[in-house]
Nanobody, 126 residues
Framework: QVQLAETGGASVQAGGSLRLSCAAF????????IAWFRQGSGNEREGVAA????????FYADSVKGRFTIAVDSAKNMVYLQMNRLKPEDSATYYC???????????????????WGQGTQVTVSS
C-alpha cells in the first residue's frame, strides 16, 4: 500500500508562513482528489484544501480561503500547501489524503479519502 508522507511542519509566530509538502507517489495523476486536512487537540478532522489531480480547480475551507494555497506537481509526485498569514487557530496536525477515483460527496469531507499520511505538526504562537 503506497503511503503518503507529509513534511514541513514547524513552530512559527502568528503572521508567518509555512509550506507543507506531501510525497504522493501514485496519486498525483489520473482522476483522483488530493486534500489537506488538519486536526487540533480535541477537534474533529477538518478539510482545509483539496484539488482534483486532473483539473486545476482547488477548494478551500472558509477559514483558510485567501491565506492557503494547494498545488500539485505531478512530475515530482508532490502536493504542497502554502500557508500564509498564519494564526494561532491554525495550529494542528496536518494530514495529506488521497481519494482514489475522486469523490462522490464533499471534497473536503474526510470520509471520502482512503489513503492518509501520518501528519505533520504546525504550531502558531501569538
Amino acid at each position: 500500500q503506497v503511503q503518503l508522507a507529509e513534511t514541513g511542519g514547524a513552530s512559527v509566530q502568528a503572521g508567518g508562513s509555512l509550506r507543507l509538502s506531501c510525497a504522493a507517489f501514485g496519486y498525483t495523476s489520473g482522476s483522483n482528489a488530493i486534500a489537506w486536512f488538519r486536526q487540533g487537540s480535541g477537534n474533529e478532522r477538518e478539510g482545509v484544501a483539496a484539488i482534483y489531480t486532473d483539473a486545476n480547480s482547488p477548494f478551500y475551507a472558509d477559514s483558510v480561503k485567501g491565506r492557503f494555497t494547494i498545488a500539485v506537481d505531478s512530475a515530482k509526485n508532490m502536493v504542497y500547501l502554502q500557508m500564509n498569514r498564519l494564526k494561532p487557530e491554525d495550529s494542528a496536525t496536518y494530514y495529506c489524503a488521497a481519494a482514489i477515483g475522486g469523490v462522490t460527496g464533499g471534497i473536503l469531507s474526510a470520509r471520502e479519502y482512503q489513503r492518509w499520511g501520518q501528519g505533520t505538526q504546525v504550531t502558531v504562537s501569538s
